[in-house]
């Protein structure tokens, strides 16, 4: 049974029922979620012993945002409760030509107030295999970037793969810091990016004629770097979309096949279904049974309401196969 | 500001929820809507000062109905408290193969009886630029044809500009008149026409070869008259439908892009978002780019549950683009 | 008036609502339905006398059960109060690549206790014109074996005609006999089957090349047997089908048109509706008309949240029509 | 097995969600229910045969109507489709010093419109112990108030026996009639009054001191007049009520015992229930024991949501044992 | 029609259904509420023109906020678009033994950065009778504050009527002032101070030994002061209270009788509608009838769900004469 | 951090929404809950490490049934998956003077087939403080009654106090053995029973005059024995009751006050409550604040719904102290 540690920010999630607007809305669903503990919820439920590190306000809420990880077989040892507001985002369900829409309230979390002297390094990473980073957590404070960047040179000296979700997002980063600043240390000690070319384009300061220039730069930069990744997608309308997947090492690319997906159930958290199952894929299959398995996960969470890919082995397998659809009895 | 008057009934909308037969139904979700109020609050949304001309009864769901105008941004000072019925249709949105269904209940209410004495014509024109009827008004009484055609006559005088949805529906008209009888001096003080071939054949009892030849007619028959719209639709299934639009004036025609709509969320109102979108563009943009934002306001519509388009005009803008349909963050 | 005999379990249905996973699941939405009462429920809806034999607990949702049929129209009059359980499934609903889900959990029914002795045969059928049975009935105990076997011969005897959708499961048949040791006996009996090439290897306990091999068997085994039907579904998703049917005399062959479904709103109970076209279409109409009738029935039932189709004849016949879609007012 | 058959209007009935008002509520509760088909509805419970004479429209939700009637085992082979509306009564549920509110929207609807020449008497009648009407179906039309004196008066004819629940409302009696112009003919038909001093003053156009002297005067007055009964409420607030009944015969009165209410569930059909309770006595118990078992059922009904009392024999002679409250396992 | 200007902060309230505690929502409703805008709301529904200021953020979660204040009749032309979030409180329904719980979550809201020169006073007060402020504003920002100063002053200056709600809550007060050095100049400007003998130490910075000294104190101490008024609660538990009120001038005190309270609907903005009667009294009533109508108006709010008192002046009054608790048809 | 073991089975509940009856149920509220795990659950609220003794089928309402225990903070390592079915019940919560019903469905459980040699007794016990049971397993089955002795027997070898409620349930004992063949074994390594004069009756088979009796009786049979609790409730309504425990040692009682209880939210577990508190205050209060504890945590319950006390340990406190009821902010 294989250990993986996600460290980043959980976030209430308030969202308007079926495909009504904010304007139209009389209540609002309540889940929880966050880019990292989403890949581990995700790995979870295939059997991979998954620890969450973040932190929550102490009141009801936070409680309720931490009860949501253990529900879902998190382990939650290392959420810690910090003073500080418990993130949020609202999210709007678009349909056909009307886009999705998120406001983030996320501003003052305890998550941005939680410190590398908080956590217990040594206890957190016992035993560990894997730790997976995202490129959110080092643009909400400098605090969290000091933790990323902490957890990542924590993991190197014990020899844990790394993996981070580089998600440059432009509307964070208010701290100060610009994204370049901050992002190459962490990339050094890391094995697998997911990544597209803006993504490296933001977080080196440089200009890439295209993904192949970008990755073969990042490769020779960074000397752990074992493994590129990304998903293309098509967005033909909100509830229509394309996906496919890419992995690149050194030497080498694989190609998943491509999902056609309408209509759409739930867009968010599609990524984080991709990046556990590339983690997953890479700790026991394959190259290109892992980027077949990262993709069959990713497509799938588009069928599932909420942040996290809530489905088993045999069901990611099973789309792998192309069998899935049918009435299971 | 522009400033644009519609007037006829709004009723209660009462609709089983999600895709449940009327059989099935143990709860009804309510709504308010009517054709021409559904123009007012597509424009307020987009900066528009809207008026819209009505009456309800004095009892706490005709107050609920003022109130959904208000909420809307819809000046409400000219909606009477009357007595009579709220009129009310019943919806059961369709899927597949299956064809959604109204029923109406309308008779008697409280709209049917509004009369031109009732109206301080002076106050309520005062400085609008524009002003929209349907022809579902005239059908529903002598008051209410009586009071549309006042209102255009009103609105000629004092240079404002008059669209009409001709909208002919057979199941109405129960008063005893026919609607060549009353439209065609309604028609008269009208500028833009929204209309096919039937409409127009219907209106003024006379058959026509094609569009071609009615809209021809039209412009020759009604001096004022500048331009004639509407919308081609193709039904695949009452989930699958595309649309695009057509607008003439007397000597040239603008097309739109088609839009493909599956699966579609809310198909009424459609026609009334997509009036709204003519409506804003006559008073803002070319020809051409008024029809591309009229489909797109109606294209849009079919993605928002309700009779109103609740979108902004940046959201129309996006769909006229060609660019929504991603998350935004 | 046609008077048509179902017989078989009627289940609790218990489902998540709108595409939730049983795991998400704080309420799931209550339903009554079996596949032999489904087929009662659409002849219902068409003006047939529909009368279903069953038995229930005594419990107040054994009588929630009867009731729900009594809502649709069914004659209770031979639904049984017996010892036992109320047999429910449980059914999540796919979408794209994730399929449905049903957990079945019916052991120790009530119906799998109702036996012979309990029925007063004379009354169940007099004046009917048709029974229908499905192979879940015998598959469930060797009571209701028993109670299906004397069922086709009672009406056999009366020159009532007989159908029976053959639904091979291999998860049911735990009660010691295998299915070709029921089956043969109860086919016999029978004047139409809804039956594909693996129904007929299992129930016959013999391989076939095609299907046109076991139909020519069947034709030639049961002298009775003058109609052999099936439809072909082709699933490219959990949301997107296509469906056609076939019906075979001993010399002749039916073809219907082909459904594409996209986005399938409730896949259970399609194949019931598809029977009792089939059996409506067999009293009333010609061999095309017959399976034109039962395949838009079927696809019809695509649309309808539940397990039956509640449906007018004039809904049904639109659809074979090809006009349906547009909003009907 | 008694037969017991009631005549009257069934309307649909919506309500907001839980104690929400009318300006707040975005859905609304449909049930469907009216007085007479209440009581047909509360002893079909009982195991009585009870047959309901109204008429509906023909659209979904007349059909919806019938379909809940027969649901609740009501015999609806004299449930007519006629043009009209079908009528329809808001219901906002009141709260603490907040009143309930019932708007009426009735007027033109199909009962209105039944005839004595649409029903076979003969058939209606086969059989039957009692017929049951309310002073609501008088006061609602012409025909209306023919059909209820020539269902009595047949009823008369064969040994049936007769109630009538007098319920005065002055916001019916629109069409034309005065109360006292038809209902001295009902009565002199009817065993069983349930009315008070004002009920008797505004049926008989005659003021009385006090109850006693207005039933000694009926009693006089109506030779068939066998039982007069009502209940007495003390309305604290909407939440709070105490409430019981008594019995008159000529010679004899009987007194239930009081129950105090609070809080409320659903206020609305409680005095049907009564007058279930009360026939259902009178058929099968002493005069004391039916006084007790009405009141029993209408104590019961305020703790029921909707317009019927589905309670069964035992629960109600639960109530009349004063053991009811634990939790029945 | 009077008009009464009321200035504080809108939030968003969300609220698990029902009793759920906060562990067990997976939806929470959603309302928009604040206590000064509470009072518009109910002033609004009694004829009373209501005009609120505040700010709010420019997405679609402040426009609902805005669009709520509008259907509930309050102007909102003095509502202003502002960088900052909106505030929200997170309110679980207490019941029984079980205290209601509110999690404020309201730090850096638009409303907190609203300041003097965003308004335009001269056209804000035209006309106004009165104006309404609470001890909340000055307790959120410095800004807040002495928006709060300002308004009182110029409404001073132009003769209009102010009341202020003192409302001490000790968890405000975080941005470096203390109670005393803010309340004692607001109050100089007040006519009309609801308030117990907590709220004037805090206010005052001073010992009273009991109300009667503190009220004392408060007349002689502010010149303008005319009126002081509380309710006393007694909470026997989160689901019964019993609650009456008290109006003081220099020279006389009036008492409303004692309202009984349960089960509690909605405890939440009772207050409001208790300073709302009192306003509307102390403008159209003698002193008795202003406490008679003010603590009506409190205790019928415990009946409406969410923050707003929604009812008529009929059904205050109906309240008022303890006549309620009957179905109104 | 004190640690407690349970043991029991874990079942589904499925309910209808507020005062629903059965037959009114579109849908079931689903929770999890059984009456030892509810005890670990209040006891995981208040800083116990609670461990849960279980099986349940492998499939997702299986998972769903343990994850929402591990949601609460139950440890799961002890639940394991066995063949069978998830013990059903169904809830119909009562109103006034009408009952909540129960419907069990338990049969054929996984727990039911759970044995001695499932479990790792040495990993188990470890570090345990306290193991509590129930009477209800010893009743469903043979394998289930030798797990609890067993448990019993291995809890006092290593010195771990024992609580039971004995909680005598006529309708179980369904497999063949009597109650007082099993108990006394159980209970002779049990240091505190819950329980009543007619638990100890049908326990023991033996008649006793009263409570005091009975418990004199018990505490000499049973040598381990140290306290005797239970509780007294008087049911005015399913709405109303009051309610106060009693604690018993050999030589002393102990009291807790009583609390009126209306209108009553959820009544079931409020005796698992209960127990958890006594527990908690055995373990960590003197017996008299142990009884206070214990009723106010099973008071506070009655406010609660669903099947667990999910309570902090300040808020028992707040109850205990008489001061709850106030909104806490």
């Not at 409760?81 to 305890?110: N, P, Q, V, W």
């Not at 496919?244 to 984080?272: H, M, Q």
């Amino acid at each position: 049974m294989k250990k993986v540690i996600t460290l980043g920010e959980v976030m209430m999630r308030l969202s308007p029922p079926a495909h009504q607007r904010f304007l139209q809305a009389t209540y609002l669903e309540l889940e929880f979620g966050g880019s990292e503990a989403n890949v581990g919820a995700a790995l979870a439920n295939w059997g991979t012993q998954a620890l969450h590190l973040s932190a929550f306000p102490s009141h009801e809420l936070g409680q309720a945002a931490i009860a949501s990880l253990r529900r879902m077989g998190i382990n939650t040892e290392f959420c810690y409760s910090l003073a500080g507001r418990l993130g949020t985002y609202f999210l709007e369900k678009g349909a056909l030509h009307r886009s999705s829409k998120i406001i983030y309230d996320r501003e003052g979390s305890s998550f941005s107030k939680l410190s590398i002297e908080n956590v217990d390094w040594e206890k957190l990473l016992e035993g560990a295999d894997w730790l997976h980073w995202s490129g959110i957590s080092p643009a909400i404070s400098q605090s969290a970037a000091d933790l990323t960047r902490k957890a990542v040179q924590e993991a190197n000296k014990r020899g844990i793969k790394v993996s981070g979700d580089l998600n440059y997002r432009s509307n964070l980063w208010q701290y100060g810091k610009q994204v370049h600043e901050i992002m190459p240390e962490i990339m050094e000690n890391t094995h697998l990016m997911i990544a597209g070319k803006r993504d490296f384009e933001q977080c080196l300061n440089k200009s890439f004629q295209d993904f192949k220039e970008a990755s073969t730069f990042a490769f020779q930069q960074f000397k752990q770097l074992k493994w590129i990744s990304h998903t293309n997608r098509n967005t033909y309308s909100a509830s229509h979309n394309t996906i496919s997947a890419r992995l690149f090492t050194l030497s080498e690319s694989f190609r998943s096949k491509s999902y056609d997906l309408n209509p759409i159930i739930d867009r968010v958290g599609t990524g984080d279904a991709y990046a556990a199952g590339l983690i997953y894929g890479l700790l026991h299959l394959s190259p290109q049974e892992a980027i077949d398995f990262a993709m069959a996960s990713g497509a799938l969470k588009h069928s599932v309401p909420g942040d996290q890919l809530l489905c088993s082995l045999e069901e990611v397998q099973e789309v792998m196969s192309g069998k899935s659809g049918k009435i299971k009895r």
